[in-house]
C-alpha cells in the first residue's frame, strides 16, 4: 500500500509544520517526511515555536479567515486538555483586563478583539463572564474572565513529533536554498508530489518564497517559578506602546511565563535586562500571588527568553502554487496565534494539499 501514497514533504517543524504533518498521516494516503533546520529540543532565535507561551487567547477580529481558524482550533486544544494529559496542555482560570488610556496603543490594537466586552469567541471558551468592579486590579477598569488552556510547549512540540511517527511521518534535519530543493528531500529518495511551506521567518528569505511582508515582532520573556494561580493579561503598559503584561502557567511543572513585549521589526536575539525588571515589576503588580504579596525581587527566575513572532503584514499565507513543476502548499506568517490557530490552519492546508493532488489537478 505504501507504494500508492503520493509523497509530501513538509519544510517546518514548528507548530504550523508538525500540526499540519499530522494531520496529513491521520488520513493515512500520505507518506510525509517533516524536513527542517530546527527540531523540538533546539533553541534558536530563528524557530519561534518553543519561545511560545503558549495559549488560547483569541486576537483574530471577527467574520475574518482568522477567527474560523481560532475557532476551530479551540475544540482540539480542549480535547487534548481533557483526555490527553501527556500532550502539556491543561485548562487554566483566566483574565484579561483593560486600561482606557491604553487606546490606540501597539499592544492594544494587537488585542482589540481580545479586550472586547463581547468578543466573538465568548461563546467558544467556558465560563466567559464579565470581571466585577470590585474584582479588578488597581488601575483596571474593565475585564473579561473565561477557561482557557496553556501550553507548555517543551512537551507539547515533542508530543507532535511522536504522535506523528506512529502514523507513519519521517523527520529529517534539512537546510534550503530554494524551496524547490525540498522536492528532493522525501526520505523515500523519490520526489515529493508536494511540498507544504511552514517555514515561518524563514519565508522571507527562502528562495522562490522571499516574502517580504514577512517581519519579526519579537517578544521577551522570563519564566520562574513562582504560582500565579491565574493567567492573566492586559491591554497595555507605562512602560511604552509596544510593552505588554502578561503571564501564563505552563503544564506539567514547566513554569510561568511573564511577558512582555511586541517589537515590530527588531531582530534583537538577546534579553534587555532593563526590560526583564519592567516586565517583572509590572507582572507583579498586577498578580502579587505570584510572590505573596512581596517584591518582584523575590521572583525565582529560571531563564530569561527572547521569541521572534513571524508576522506577515498581510495576514497568514494559506494558499497553493506551483513551483518549478511542484505544487507547494503555503501556511506560515501567524505571528503571535500559531498555536491557537494551529489545527485550525492545519485543516485548511490539508484542504488545498487535498485539492491539489486530485487527479484533475495535476494535469
Given at each position: ?86 500532550s502539556g496542555i491543561h485548562f487554566q ?71 506523528g511517527l506512529k502514523n507513519g511521518v ?194
Amino acid at each position: 500500500m505504501a507504494a500508492n501514497k503520493e509523497n509530501v514533504v513538509v519544510i517546518g517543524a514548528g507548530v504550523a509544520g508538525l500540526t499540519t504533518a499530522l494531520l496529513l498521516s491521520q488520513l493515512g494516503k500520505y507518506s510525509i517526511t517533516v524536513a527542517a533546520k530546527h527540531m523540538p529540543g533546539d533553541y534558536d532565535i530563528e524557530y519561534a515555536s518553543p519561545w511560545a507561551g503558549a495559549n488560547y487567547l483569541p486576537v483574530s477580529v471577527k467574520g475574518t479567515r482568522a477567527e474560523k481558524w481560532d475557532r476551530n482550533t479551540w475544540p482540539e486544544l480542549a480535547h487534548l486538555a481533557e483526555q490527553q494529559p501527556d500532550s502539556g496542555i491543561h485548562f487554566q482560570d483566566t483574565a484579561v483586563y483593560t486600561r482606557a488610556k491604553d487606546d490606540n496603543s501597539v499592544t492594544s490594537d494587537w488585542f482589540s478583539e481580545l479586550l472586547s466586552p463581547e468578543p466573538w469567541f465568548k461563546d467558544v471558551v467556558p465560563n466567559f463572564k464579565q470581571v466585577p468592579k470590585d474584582k479588578l486590579p488597581p488601575g483596571q477598569e474593565r475585564g473579561t474572565s473565561f477557561t482557557s488552556v496553556c501550553i507548555n510547549t517543551a512537551i507539547y512540540l515533542p508530543w507532535l513529533i511522536s504522535q506523528g511517527l506512529k502514523n507513519g511521518v519521517t523527520f529529517k534535519r534539512a537546510v534550503f536554498k530554494h524551496i524547490s530543493d525540498a522536492a528532493n528531500a522525501h526520505t523515500s529518495g523519490q520526489k515529493a508530489d508536494l511540498i507544504v511551506n511552514c517555514t515561518g521567518l524563514s519565508a522571507a528569505k527562502l528562495g522562490g518564497v522571499e516574502d517580504k511582508n514577512v517581519i519579526p515582532a519579537r517578544g521577551q520573556i522570563v519564566v520562574v517559578r513562582n504560582e500565579p494561580g491565574i493567567m492573566c493579561s492586559t491591554s497595555g503598559t507605562d512602560d511604552g506602546s509596544d510593552e505588554a503584561c502578561y503571564i501564563m502557567q505552563r503544564a506539567a511543572g514547566g513554569g510561568t511565563i511573564l511577558g512582555g513585549c511586541y517589537q515590530k521589526g527588531s531582530w534583537e536575539s538577546q534579553p534587555d535586562p532593563s526590560l526583564a525588571i519592567r516586565i517583572m515589576k509590572r507582572c507583579v503588580e498586577l498578580c502579587p500571588a505570584l510572590t505573596n504579596g512581596k517584591g518582584f525581587e523575590t521572583l525565582d527566575i529560571i531563564r530569561h527568553g527572547v521569541g521572534l513572532r513571524p508576522v506577515r503584514i498581510n495576514g497568514v499565507r494559506l494558499e497553493k502554487e506551483k513551483i518549478d513543476g511542484t505544487w507547494v502548499v503555503h501556511n506560515y506568517g501567524h505571528g503571535g496565534f500559531g498555536y491557537q490557530s494551529s489545527y485550525g490552519c492545519a485543516q485548511e492546508a490539508v484542504k488545498l494539499v487535498e485539492d491539489a493532488l486530485k487527479p484533475m489537478a495535476k494535469i
